[in-house]
């Protein structure tokens, strides 16, 4: 073979390369292209928090027995209920109170509290909200024998606020079922405002 041939024949092979790695980097390449992008807004999980978050109806967790009935595990398999505003008071001792305002909120006004605190408040402008509106005082009358050893040593009182970002006092059922939350969360989120107020972060700068 001359070396005219020579250079012609390697020439050919530099312009169409038939070695396995071109062709099996050539394939990798394509196969990356056709890979989606996760969106983790669609997942079933992330779309359920979603919902839970907005108080919507929303598919959570149950603990249930494995076939051996040795062990359980976690399936989110439970359905759980969209919030709903609760009803009005009807006390009659709130009625007759000079303290309590229940009757000064009509259905419009609770209506708008509601649907603003879960459709319109992230988690912490809920918190806020709900410490902006009630009180954590000290008890005014001691029911035990020796004050120092009661075990209620503070109280919640309840406020909404009306159109005219006027606070007004009410009951602690006519605050729980406008906004639709629980005693224990109300407790939580209030007594752990009032230990941050009294013990103010003081990390040295």
């Not at 709903?84 to 006004?109: A, I, N, P, W, Y």
């Not at 639709?180 to 700068?205: A, C, D, H």
């Amino acid at each position: 073979m001359t070396s005219s041939t020579n250079s012609n024949y390697f020439n050919a092979i530099k312009t169409h390369p038939t070695s396995s790695s071109e062709v099996f980097h050539d394939d990798m390449r394509c196969h990356e292209n056709r890979c989606r992008k996760s969106t983790s807004e669609e997942w079933c999980r992330n779309q359920n928090k979603i919902k839970r978050f907005r108080g919507e109806a929303y598919i959570g967790f149950q603990t249930v027995n494995s076939s051996e009935g040795i062990s359980k595990k976690l399936l989110q398999s439970q359905t759980r209920k969209a919030r709903t505003m609760g009803k009005t008071c009807t006390s009659k001792k709130c009625e007759r109170s000079l303290v309590f305002k229940c009757r000064q909120v009509d259905e419009g006004v609770r209506v708008k509290l509601f649907e603003n605190f879960w459709k319109s408040m992230d988690l912490g402008h809920r918190i806020n909200y709900v410490c902006s509106l009630v009180d954590y005082i000290d008890t005014k009358t001691k029911t035990t024998c020796n004050p120092n050893y009661s075990r209620r040593l503070k109280t919640l009182c309840y406020h909404l606020n009306l159109e005219k970002n006027t606070r007004i006092r009410v009951c602690k059922k006519m605050f729980l079922s406008t906004l639709s939350i629980g005693e224990f969360q109300v407790r939580q989120w209030v007594k752990r405002n009032f230990r941050e107020i009294l013990t103010p972060n003081t990390t040295k700068m």
